[in-house]
């Protein structure tokens, strides 16, 4: 009996885990797009939520991304967003492994910048995203 109770009882605490992060990540998405637009940025593709694979293998954060037509935005459910403007966007590409960790389904969509700067991210529909960085990049 007790080892049900203890399973119930870690069940409940990750759900109460999940709906607070869920509920972060839509915040995150709803001020990134008053912060646009009040900047002035047209949204081209996004806001969705995403994750991004940093530097460190075990780096991981979740937010929502956005591209404009002047950067590509990534607002962090903790932490500063990450802003790339669109003038340093070098390529993006699709990678099924990256920084040590395999994605099923769909691929990471791996932007690079003229500065040497990798970013990893986790979307829906990486093609969409190919396309849309591509169409502005040539």
Same mark, same amino acid.
């Given at each position: 009996?007790?080892?049900?109770?203890?399973?119930?009882?870690?069940?409940?605490?990750?759900?109460?885990?999940?709906? %607070?992060?869920?509920?972060? *990540?839509?915040?995150?998405?709803?001020?990134? +797009?008053?912060? #646009? @637009?009040? =900047?002035?940025?047209?949204?081209?593709?996004?806001?969705?939520?995403?994750?991004?694979?940093?530097?460190?293998?075990?780096?991981?954060?979740?937010?929502?991304?956005?591209?404009?037509?002047?950067?590509? %935005?990534?607002?962090?459910? *903790?932490?500063?967003?990450?802003?790339?403007? +669109?003038?340093? #966007? @070098?390529? =993006?590409?699709?990678?099924?492994?990256?920084?040590?960790?395999?994605?099923?389904?769909?691929?990471?969509?791996?932007?690079?910048?003229?500065?040497?700067?990798?970013?990893?991210?986790?979307?829906?529909?990486?093609?969409?995203?190919?396309?849309?960085?591509?169409?502005?990049?040539?």
């Amino acid at each position: 009996m007790i080892y049900v109770r203890i399973v119930v009882g870690m069940t409940v605490f990750i759900a109460v885990i999940w709906a %607070v992060v869920e509920q972060r *990540v839509r915040r995150v998405g709803r001020v990134m +797009r008053r912060e #646009l @637009a009040a =900047a002035g940025d047209r949204i081209e593709l996004g806001p969705v939520r995403c994750s991004l694979r940093g530097d460190l293998p075990k780096q991981f954060d979740m937010g929502q991304l956005a591209l404009t037509d002047r950067r590509l %935005v990534f607002y962090r459910t *903790v932490g500063a967003p990450i802003e790339i403007p +669109r003038a340093d #966007l @070098a390529s =993006a590409r699709p990678e099924k492994w990256y920084r040590h960790a395999r994605r099923f389904g769909e691929p990471h969509l791996v932007v690079t910048t003229h500065s040497g700067m990798e970013y990893g991210f986790m979307v829906k529909r990486t093609n969409r995203w190919l396309t849309a960085l591509a169409s502005r990049s040539s």
